[in-house]
């Protein structure tokens, strides 16, 4: 069976950090960008993070710039969103999805597996 499968979420402190993993079963991800969005309650899902396939591009949104970073490990076939100093407004459901193409090209399309989402929230 061909997935990617989220974990790392969970409930956080404001200035608090978690990282978060999509590791992928039945397909490898090392010929594919991988990005990372996010939906929060009542709203549309937005990318967030975007890292090219063999790690030397990635890319952000202004919201997150400075606090998250993007990684991945090829050989264990998993990427990685480290999310540092999080705040209230970072709360949602974090999806991964893969690219069917090797570098960033945007959020808008072109992504053909999705994770299920591992749910984020920050709050004291």
């Known amino acids: 069976q061909l997935q990617l499968v989220e974990s790392g979420g969970g409930l956080v402190q404001p200035g608090g950090s978690l990282r978060l993993s999509c590791a992928a079963s039945?397909?490898?991800?090392?010929?594919?960008?991988i990005a990372w969005f996010r939906q929060a309650p009542g709203k549309e899902r937005k990318g967030v993070s975007c890292i090219s396939s063999s790690g030397g591009r990635t890319n952000y949104v202004d919201a997150v710039k400075g606090r998250f970073t993007i990684s991945r490990d090829n050989a264990k076939n998993t990427v990685y969103l480290q999310m540092n100093s999080l705040k209230p407004e970072d709360t949602a459901v974090y999806y991964c999805?893969?690219?069917?193409?090797?570098?960033?090209?945007?959020?808008?399309?072109?992504?053909?597996?999705w994770g299920q989402g591992t749910q984020v929230t920050v709050s004291s």
């Open positions: 999805a893969a690219s069917t193409y090797q570098n960033c090209l945007g959020y808008r399309g072109g992504y053909d597996y």
């Open positions: 039945g397909f490898t991800l090392d010929d594919r960008a």
